[in-house]
C-alpha cells in the first residue's frame, strides 16, 4: 500500500498565483517528519520545507507553507506568488523509524507543476 | 566541500552484467540511502544504512546490494543487471538533528539493454 499519496500527477497555476499541491501519508509512528522536495529539470534534488509530527505551527520557508492537517494525515505545500521558475516536480516525503534503528525515508510519486505566464 | 558524490554520472550495461555505484560522503553522515527514479514512480527507496555495519532494505531490494564498511562510502551493486533496472540511481545522506534533510547526490543514469 503507498505510505505517500500525491494525486496530482500535473497542476497548471498562472503566474504570481498560489497553489497547493496535495499529499496524504500513512504511519503508524508517532514521531515522524514530512518534506517536500523540488526537482527542476536539471534533476537536482532541493529541499523545500519540513513539519514534524508534533510541531504544532505549520511550517514556513519564505513563499513555502506546509499546511499540516495530523488527523487527516496530509501535508500539503503551498506556493505562494508562483514564479516561472516554479515548474518542476514537486516530491512529498516521510521520515518515519526503520527496522535496524534510526529512520528511513521514502516519497511520494510526485507532483509536475507548470507555472503560465 | 564535496557533499555527497556519486560515480560514474552515466553507465550502459548489457543484461547480466554486473557493476558497483559508488556514493560518498564528506559529511560524516550516519544515514544513507539508495533511491531509484522512474518515471510516474517517484523516488523509490532500494536499501538504507543507519551506520557503518548496519544495512537493511527499502521499497525495491531485489538485484541490488549493499554495504557499510565506513562510514563515508555506501556502494550500490548490480549483481546481475536486467532491463527493469534502467533508471536514474540517487544517494542521499543525512544526519542525526532534528528535521533529519537528505542531501543528494547527482544522480546516475543507468541504461541495461
Known amino acids: 500500500a503507498q505510505k505517500i499519496t500525491q494525486t496530482q500527477p500535473g497542476m497548471f497555476v498562472q503566474e504570481k498565483e498560489a497553489v497547493t499541491l496535495d499529499c496524504t501519508y500513512d504511519?503508524?509512528?508517532?514521531?515522524?517528519?514530512l518534506f517536500w522536495y523540488k526537482q527542476p529539470s536539471s534533476g537536482e534534488m532541493i529541499f523545500l520545507i519540513y513539519?514534524?509530527?508534533?510541531?504544532?505551527q505549520n511550517a514556513t520557508e519564505g513563499r513555502y507553507s506546509l499546511n499540516f492537517q495530523k488527523a487527516r494525515k496530509s501535508a500539503n505545500l503551498v506556493i505562494s506568488a508562483s514564479q516561472l521558475g516554479d515548474s518542476a516536480m514537486y516530491f512529498c516525503?516521510?521520515?518515519?523509524?526503520?527496522?535496524?534503528?534510526?529512520?528511513?525515508?521514502?516519497f511520494g510519486a510526485g507532483t509536475r507543476l507548470f507555472v503560465k505566464a | 566541500n564535496a557533499g555527497v558524490t556519486q560515480t560514474p554520472k552515466f553507465q550502459v550495461l548489457k543484461t547480466g552484467q554486473s557493476m558497483t555505484l559508488q556514493c560518498a560522503q564528506d559529511?560524516?553522515?550516519?544515514?544513507m540511502s539508495w533511491y531509484r527514479q522512474d518515471p510516474g514512480m517517484g523516488l523509490r527507496l532500494i536499501h538504507y544504512s543507519v551506520g557503518a555495519g548496519i544495512t537493511d532494505q527499502g521499497e525495491v531490494p531485489n538485484g541490488y546490494n549493499v554495504s557499510r564498511s565506513t562510514t563515508e562510502d555506501f556502494p550500490l551493486r548490480l549483481l546481475s543487471a536486467a532491463p527493469s533496472q534502467t533508471s536514474v540511481y540517487f544517494c542521499?545522506?543525512?544526519?542525526?538533528?532534528?528535521?533529519?534533510?537528505?542531501?543528494f547526490g547527482s544522480g546516475t543514469q543507468l541504461s541495461v539493454l
Open positions: 504511519t503508524s509512528d508517532q514521531s515522524y517528519g
Open positions: 516525503a516521510m521520515r518515519e523509524s526503520a527496522n535496524t534503528g534510526g529512520f528511513k525515508t521514502i
Open positions: 513539519q514534524g509530527s508534533y510541531d504544532e
Open positions: 559529511m560524516n553522515h550516519e544515514y
Open positions: 542521499a545522506s543525512s544526519f542525526d538533528g532534528r528535521v533529519k534533510k537528505l542531501f
